[in-house]
Structures are given as C-alpha cells and as structure tokens.
C-alpha cells in the first residue's frame, strides 16, 4: 500500500486571498460563486427528480 492511498481521495480546495481584491475583482468573484451555486442547486434537483422515479418505479 502506498502512502497516496490513505490521503483523503477529496481535498477541500484552497481558500483564496481575498486581500489582494479589488472591490470589482470581489463583486466579480461573487458573481461567480453565485453562477456555482445556482448550478449546483439545479443539479441537486435534476438528481432529486430521478431519485423520486426511481423510487416510484421499485416501490410499486
């Protein structure tokens, strides 16, 4: 067994100084961060949605 096998396979990734931002640079930062999120979410239910017809299908 080598060691990169007991290392954690997700790592949370770096935070990002935000001290060298400019206030455009951190509302543009925003912005995409909110993009993420918004995809995120939409994933969230598309897979919420397959979940619940599955379940409809084998709870029969």
Known sequence: MDEEDLLPQRQ????RDLSVLGVAELEAYIAE???EIART???IAVKRRQRGGAES???R
């Open 12 to 15: 949370k990734p770096k935070l």
């Open 57 to 59: 299908i084998f709870s």
């Open 41 to 43: 979410r939409d994933e």
């Open 33 to 35: 961060l909110e993009a």
